[in-house]
Structure formats: structure tokens, C-alpha cells
T-cell receptor, first 114, second 113 residues
């Protein structure tokens, strides 16, 4: 199994600022993903973080708003840029999960934009 | 449209009782079905992964069933404990490319003493 450390665990940010969330996996994983979870809602995939190339974004999410880095097979960052109150949510990173294998999740970052 | 629907939305049971959570999906092509437990303020933790050929899979007091013909799954919790209070999320993996995960909205379970 893999352990995913995500930080910060929570933050309160001013609108118009940016926050970078870090995700560290204790072993190499081919696939890493970033999700958003609104209170009481399901997880929504933001993007797939590709090692050594640009992330693949889902419909409704763009690189300018959610730039992602994946410099190696154990680390990724998600930046929430130019934040507004609508960005208040829980952001989760995930590793693994391909082809009937386990998908592991970080503990999430609870973001509040004021 | 690929969807995963869960019922009930929420459930309250007494400690020691059993309960069953339901999951219906329309994801195609199907690869596998997963059940996750998510404690408040934490990330989801995997309970089971079931492929097309598996009908039943157990993990301690958790037993998942899968009927790939009717596209239904259930998660049965036996002899519930207070620590079972959490959200339980059904996730279906689509067999396209890297296997995109489609998440249900979850069932929020409260085990009462």
C-alpha cells in the first residue's frame, strides 16, 4: 500500500490570492490525480497529473486556474489561483488506481476563501 | 452518461446492528467496482475492489456484493461499531484508457450508541 501526505490540511485565504497544495507519496506511482469535493458531494476529478508533461484537465477545469506540477513519480502540486469564495472546497490528491489496483488518497486540504 | 447512484443518502443505526448500503451504476465499459470509507475530514480509504467475475468480497465486517448483469452492488456491515460512522462511497472504474473513476455521492452512516 502507499501512504500519501498532503499539506496543508486546511487554510483560510483571501480572495485574489493563490494557494499551492503539495502531495507526497511514499512510493513511486504511475498515476496521480487531483480531485475537488464540495461538502456533502461526490469527488470531482480536476486533472490527471502527468510526470514530465502537462496535466490533463477535465471539462470545466483549466490550467490557468489550477496549474499542476509533477516533477517525479512521488510528488505533485496543485495551485488554486486567483481564488474566489466559490473555490472553497476540499481538495484531494490520489495515487494509483489503474487496472484493478488500489487508489490511495491524501487526507485532503480544506480550503476556505474569504 | 456514466453515473453511480447510492442509497440511502444517510442512515442511522444502533451499535451492534447490521446494515446494507446500495449502489447502482450505469458506467460502461465496466472494469471494477470499489467501496471506500471516508471519515469526516479524511481522505477515502479503500474497503474492497471487485472485478466483473467477483460476486462477493469480504473485508472483516464489511461484505460487498456485485451483480454485473443488473449493475448493482451492496455493502453489508455486520455488528456495527461506533467507528463505522462515516461516509461510504461506491466508485466504478471505466475500462477506458487509464481507468477513470466515477464516484457516487456516498451514504452517510451514523452508528448510535
Amino acid at each position: 500500500s502507499a501512504v500519501i501526505s498532503q499539506k496543508p490540511s486546511r487554510d483560510i485565504c483571501q480572495r485574489g490570492t493563490s494557494l499551492t497544495i503539495q502531495c507526497q507519496v511514499d512510493s513511486q506511482v504511475t498515476m496521480m490525480f487531483w480531485y475537488r469535493q464540495q461538502p456533502g458531494q461526490s469527488l470531482t476529478l480536476i486533472a490527471t497529473a502527468n510526470q514530465g508533461s502537462e496535466a490533463t484537465y477535465e471539462s470545466g477545469f483549466v490550467i490557468d486556474k489550477f496549474p499542476i506540477s509533477r516533477p517525479n513519480l512521488t510528488f505533485s502540486t496543485l495551485t488554486v489561483s486567483n481564488m474566489s469564495p466559490e473555490d472553497s472546497s476540499i481538495y484531494l490528491c490520489s495515487g494509483g488506481g489503474g487496472w484493478n489496483t488500489e487508489a490511495f488518497f491524501g487526507q485532503g486540504t480544506r480550503l476556505t476563501v474569504v | 452518461k456514466n453515473q453511480v447512484e447510492q442509497s440511502p443518502q444517510s442512515l442511522i443505526i444502533l451499535e451492534g446492528k447490521n446494515c446494507t448500503l446500495q449502489c447502482n451504476y450505469t458506467v460502461s465499459p465496466f472494469s471494477n467496482l470499489r467501496w471506500y470509507k471516508q471519515d469526516t475530514g479524511r481522505g477515502p480509504v479503500s474497503l474492497t475492489i471487485m472485478t466483473f467475475s467477483e460476486n462477493t468480497k469480504s473485508n472483516g465486517r464489511y461484505t460487498a456484493t456485485l451483480d454485473a448483469d443488473t449493475k448493482q452492488s451492496s455493502l453489508h456491515i455486520t455488528a456495527s461499531q461506533l467507528s463505522d460512522s462515516a461516509s461510504y462511497i461506491c466508485v466504478v472504474s471505466s475500462n477506458t484508457g487509464f481507468q477513470k473513476l466515477v464516484f457516487g455521492t456516498g451514504t452517510r452512516l451514523l452508528v448510535s450508541p
